[in-house]
């Protein structure tokens, strides 16, 4: 079974800055998706941004990019100048080739863009 | 775009009340899951469906049981609610075979309280 960490429960920045999100999984499978999740107050999850594992290219998505280090098992995203309306939980999840049996997240992570 | 309805935004029921929880999706998907999402504990699948009148259980299916009789629509069945089943419910769907490009679609949420 897959395991997704996310060892940061709260973080907190001022708008415009920059700000990393960690995570961190466990599988023993070699072809794999990774994804990133935001659900803002409104309570629907948003797919940020996604990544195949045999993809050593990072993904970018505007202002949102990732540091996919497989061999570390690490999927962090970064937020490059960080706005109001980023401010959401942000979830990290994993998902097998094939993905039948779907994701599987990790505990989120609240982010809270300051004015 | 795919669109996932869950029936009830907010519901809320007494203990030992047998609770229903709809979802209908509109994009012809084949895979439907539920998830139960709690602070501090993420989103954990409960039951998950990759055809008409099939069923899978998930990490927590303990208390829970679903019914697909249609292929849009995937219900959760509380069969006699207890109040450490008070959470939000998320319903979500996906494509088979093309879970990267079209990763899971999640609706609205049900809160659900159980007094």
């Known amino acids: 079974a897959q395991t997704v960490t996310q060892s940061q429960p709260e973080m907190s920045v001022q708008e415009a800055e920059t700000v990393t999100l960690s995570c961190t999984y466990d599988?023993?499978?070699?072809?794999?998706?990774l994804f990133w999740y935001k659900q803002p107050p409104s309570r629907q999850m948003i797919l940020v941004i996604r990544q195949e594992a045999y993809k050593q290219q990072n993904a970018t998505e505007n202002r949102f990019s990732v540091n996919f280090q497989k061999a570390a098992k690490s999927f962090s995203l970064k937020i490059s100048d960080s706005q109001l309306g980023d401010t959401a939980m942000y979830f990290c999840?994993?998902?097998?080739?094939?993905?039948?049996?779907?994701?599987?997240f990790g505990k989120g992570t609240h982010l809270i863009i300051q004015p | 775009d795919v669109k996932v309805t869950q029936s009830s935004r907010y519901l809320v029921k007494r203990t030992g009340e047998k609770v229903f929880l709809e979802c209908v999706q509109d994009m012809d998907h084949e895979n439907m899951f539920w998830y139960r999402q709690d602070p501090g504990l993420g989103l954990r699948l409960i039951y998950f469906s990759y055809d008409v009148k099939m069923k899978e259980k998930g990490d927590i299916p303990e208390g829970y049981s679903v019914s697909r009789e249609k292929k849009e629509r995937f219900s959760l069945i509380l069969e006699s609610a207890s109040t450490n089943q008070t959470s939000m419910y998320l319903c979500?769907?996906?494509?088979?075979?093309?879970?990267?490009?079209?990763?899971?679609?999640f609706g609205n949420g049900t809160r659900l309280t159980v007094t």
């Open positions: 599988t023993s499978e070699n072809n794999y998706y």
């Open positions: 979500a769907s996906t494509l088979t075979g093309d879970t990267y490009n079209s990763p899971l679609h």
């Open positions: 999840a994993f998902m097998n080739r094939g993905g039948a049996d779907g994701l599987t």
